[in-house]
Every structure is written in structure tokens, then in C-alpha cells.
């Protein structure tokens, strides 16, 4: 078994229940809640969109609030003014150029404003199943720990794991390497000493 595999292995059976952990009900939920979520933790997140999202599910209904009052919604999260101007821009959008549906293409999600590579493979892999591989911080940091990448460019930490990754394993290896940077592998003060990667680990800072 290659390296890769044994630490695909470890964190399979470490977090055997590893799920997004921001919350939805459809495809739309889940793009606005991705987009609120830079620079913000999802359970932040989860307490905004949990207000908003039981008076406001869908294009057509977000776009009858102000910009103003889009603001006033989302203004416990960082960027909220930047955020509320693109997402009142992309439900004009997926009205007038997708019947109010969101798409389940990269190429057309990376066109809605406020929408990077990172949000498409949100949506794409827990809204459609649809593999893709997502890299926030979480995952650039264990990835490069555990030397299944090195970089600091997303995109190309990007490819390089889902070159190393069996696609089948994308989605879940995503939930996987988050869960494991959110639990244990802390971008301070790692808790290596309980880290079950730790043998498998280059970075470990077990004592010698």
C-alpha cells in the first residue's frame, strides 16, 4: 500500500462520519452559504443562515431584499458588504441565465461573482455528487504536513491531490482532510501527540 493510500486509510477510519459541516437543504442554500463562509467558520455561518434561510430559499426571494438589508443580514461575518453586492448579483444571474437553478458546471459556477474554483467544488461535490476537490485552508495545510502536496497556490494543490487521490475517494478524502485540520492538525500547536498520522506524518512534532 503506497503512503498515500495508508493515510487515506487513517483518516477514513478516524472520521468515519466526515460531512460538510455547513448547513442546506438544496443547491442554492449550499452555494450561499459557501460564499458567506470565507473568513468566517461554518458554525458562524450555520447561526446567520439559519435566520436567513427561513424567510429567504431562493433567488427570487433573496433578490427582494436592499442591498442595505442583505448587509444587515449577513453582518456578523466578515466581508459582509463585498459578499451581499455578489450575492444579490448571482441570483439576478441564475434567474435571468438559469431559471433560478444553480448550475452544476464549473465553468459556469466560476462565472457567478464572489464564486472561486474553492465554492464550485463545494457546491459540485455536496450538492451533485459530482467529484471535485475543494482546498480551503484546512486542506492545504494537512495536505502539505502530510506531504500529499506542497505548494501554497490552491490550484495546484488542487491538482496535485486529486492526481495522487483515486477519484472515487475526492469527495470524501476533502471532508477527511478538513475534519483532521479542524480536530487535531491546528495550523497552531498541532496536537501530534494524539494524532493516529503521526508515524506516516514528515511533519510530526513528536519528541525525538
Not at 6 to 28: G, K, M, Q, R, V
Not at 46 to 61: A, D, G, I, M, W
Amino acid at each position: 500500500m503506497s503512503k498515500a493510500n495508508s493515510i487515506l486509510s487513517l483518516l477514513a477510519a478516524t472520521y468515519p462520519d466526515a460531512h460538510c459541516e455547513l448547513n442546506f437543504s438544496t443547491p442554492f442554500e449550499l452555494l450561499i452559504a459557501t460564499m458567506l463562509s470565507a473568513q468566517a467558520t461554518d458554525k458562524k455561518v450555520n447561526q446567520v443562515t439559519e435566520k436567513l434561510f427561513r424567510n429567504y430559499k431562493t433567488p427570487e426571494s433573496f433578490l427582494t431584499l436592499s442591498l442595505k438589508k442583505m448587509e444587515e443580514a449577513i453582518k456578523e461575518l466578515g466581508l459582509y458588504r463585498n459578499k451581499a453586492k455578489n450575492i444579490l448579483a448571482t441570483c439576478q444571474i441564475l434567474i435571468e441565465k438559469y431559471n433560478g437553478e444553480v448550475p452544476d458546471s464549473m465553468e459556469a459556477l466560476t462565472q457567478l461573482p464572489g464564486v472561486g474554483r474553492k465554492t464550485a467544488n463545494v457546491v459540485l461535490s455536496n450538492a451533485y455528487n459530482i467529484p471535485a476537490f475543494a482546498v480551503d485552508t484546512h486542506v492545504l495545510r494537512v495536505s502539505n504536513r502530510l506531504g500529499l502536496a506542497s505548494g501554497t497556490n490552491p490550484d495546484l494543490i488542487e491538482k496535485q491531490l486529486m492526481n495522487s487521490i483515486p477519484r472515487s475517494q475526492w469527495i470524501q478524502a476533502h471532508h477527511w482532510l478538513i475534519w483532521h485540520g479542524r480536530r487535531i492538525c491546528a495550523a497552531r500547536n498541532p496536537k501530534c501527540s494524539e494524532c493516529p498520522l503521526s508515524p506516516l506524518c514528515p511533519s510530526t512534532l513528536l519528541p525525538a
